[in-house]
Each structure stands twice: as C-alpha cells, then as structure tokens.
T-cell receptor, first 110, second 116 residues
Framework: KNEVEQSPQNLTAQEGEFITINCSYS?????LHWLQQHPGGGIVSLFM???GKKKHGRLIATINIQEKHSSLHITASHPRDSAVYIC????????????FGRGTQLTVWP | EAGVTQFPSHSVIEKGQTVTLRCDPI?????LYWYRRVMGKEIKFLLH????????ESGMPNNRFLAERTGGTYSTLKVQPAELEDSGVYFC??????????????FGQGTRLTVV
C-alpha cells in the first residue's frame, strides 16, 4: 500500500466550479507538498506546508496533521487549471526525499 | 535564474542499448534527487546526492542504473543495458541544504524514456 493516497484519481469540472482534491498519508511527515504537472510539462511546486492553511491566488491548501490529511482547493476553476495534481510528503527522516501519491487528473471544461 | 534542466527531453532506444540522462540542478543547490514515473504508477525515488556524494541510493532498481555527480554540479543517470521495463519519465529535483521540513524542491521537465 502506498504511503500517500489521493482521491479522486480523475476529476472533471465545468469552468467556475469549486474543486477539491484530497490526500491522505500513513506516515509521520515534516512537510507535505502539492505539485502540478501540465501535459508534456515539468513538475511545478504549488505549496509546501506543515500545518494549517496556505493560499495563493485561487488555490488553497490545508493540512490536518492529527488526521494525516490534506486538501487542495481550486476556486472558480478555469480550463488552464487542467493538469495532474500530485501530493507528496517529506518524512523528515529521509533528507528531503519525497513520497508521492499517484496524482489526480483534473480536466476543466469551458 | 535558470531552473532545473534535464536533457534530453525524450529518448527512444532499443532494448540492450545504453542511454545517459543529464540533470543540471539550480546553481548552489547541494541536494539533487532522481525520481522515476512508470506508466500508471506513482513517482518513485531513485537516489539522492548531497554535493558529489550519494546520500541514499536505495531506490535504484538494479545495477544497470549508474548515477554520478562529479564535482557536485550536474548529474548523469546511465542505464546500461536498457530493458523494456525501464521506460518511463525520469525527473530530477534539486533543493538547498535543508532544515527539516522547510526545503522546497524544484523539479526539471523530465526525460521521457521509451525502450522498444
């Protein structure tokens, strides 16, 4: 079983909808990363968080350390948000090595 | 400032051939990581350099894979001989010397390797 589980695996939305992607992990962590990958593109870091909540533009990431759960929210979704969103955790004891979820393929239709 | 760059972006080789992937980290980043995504699976760790030293190579699948980081700058990952199951996207990431939990990783564009 993977240390990091994401849901849903695929997500389709209409432009303007509010989107939530969930990430659960089963190990102790020092930080959790949300990453984005566009088709044919590299991986871009969206957030790194170890507690609470972070916001950047229309993106919001939250983490509940006690429940070992994080969510990524996109408000007022747009077709350009279509990408794979990946949750990854840093276990702290492994010198920055990341453990990844399988990713969520998001498609936003106009 | 240039980001993490990887070369080539795509490579198609025949089974049994050799391929060398290259990663140039962000200047000044001591930590360099190689990861691989095989189709349908999650991205998995291959190895971690701190400067020129291999800190952790526990993710390397077998001895057909050889990684180097001479001089602590760019890194190469050689697969020799390549097998069909080596196909996937190889990502490189770099980060600065870390404090626990506060190091952001910067990723390259990846190299898509196809072994036929």
């Amino acid at each position: 079983k993977n240390e990091v589980e994401q849901s849903p695996q695929n997500l389709t939305a209409q432009e303007g909808e509010f989107i939530t992607i969930n990430c659960s992990y089963s190990v102790g962590i020092s930080a959790l990363h949300w990453l984005q990958q566009h088709p044919g593109g590299g991986i871009v870091s969206l957030f790194m968080l170890s507690s609470g909540k972070k916001k950047h533009g229309r993106l919001i990431a939250t983490i509940n350390i006690q429940e070992k759960h994080s969510s990524l929210h996109i408000t007022a979704s747009h077709p350009r948000d279509s990408a794979v969103y990946i949750c990854a955790v840093d276990r702290g004891s492994t010198l920055g090595r990341l453990y990844f979820g399988r990713g969520t393929q998001l498609t936003v239709w106009p | 400032e240039a980001g993490v760059t990887q070369f080539p972006s795509h490579s198609v080789i025949e089974k049994g051939q050799t391929v060398t992937l290259r990663c140039d980290p962000i200047s000044g980043h001591d930590n360099l990581y190689w990861y691989r995504r095989v189709m349908g699976k999650e991205i998995k760790f291959l190895l971690h350099f701190v400067k020129e030293s291999k800190q952790d190579e526990s993710g390397m699948p077998n001895n057909r894979f050889l990684a180097e980081r001479t001089g602590g700058t760019y890194s190469t990952l050689k697969v020799q001989p390549a097998e069909l199951e080596d196909s996937g996207v190889y990502f490189c990431a770099s980060s600065q010397g870390r404090s626990v939990g506060d190091t952001e990783a910067f990723f390259g564009q990846g190299t898509r390797l196809t072994v036929v």
